[in-house]
């Protein structure tokens, strides 16, 4: 019993650490587009200056 109990807990800490690296994914990909909008504004006000 106490064996599955072991292996249910590194199923789930698995899971967890699996669901934080996705998360770290999402927050990148977020970032790099929030990133690639606010270039794009700048090279667009930039040009609209000139």
Do not use: C, F, P, Y
């Not at 899971?15 to 606010?38: I, P």
């Amino acid at each position: 019993m106490d064996n599955d109990r072991s292996k249910h807990k590194e199923g789930i800490q698995e899971l967890d650490r699996h669901s934080r690296l996705n998360n770290d994914v999402e927050l990148q990909k977020r970032s790099t587009l929030w990133e690639n909008l606010k270039s794009l504004a700048d090279t667009i006000v930039n040009i609209w200056r000139k």
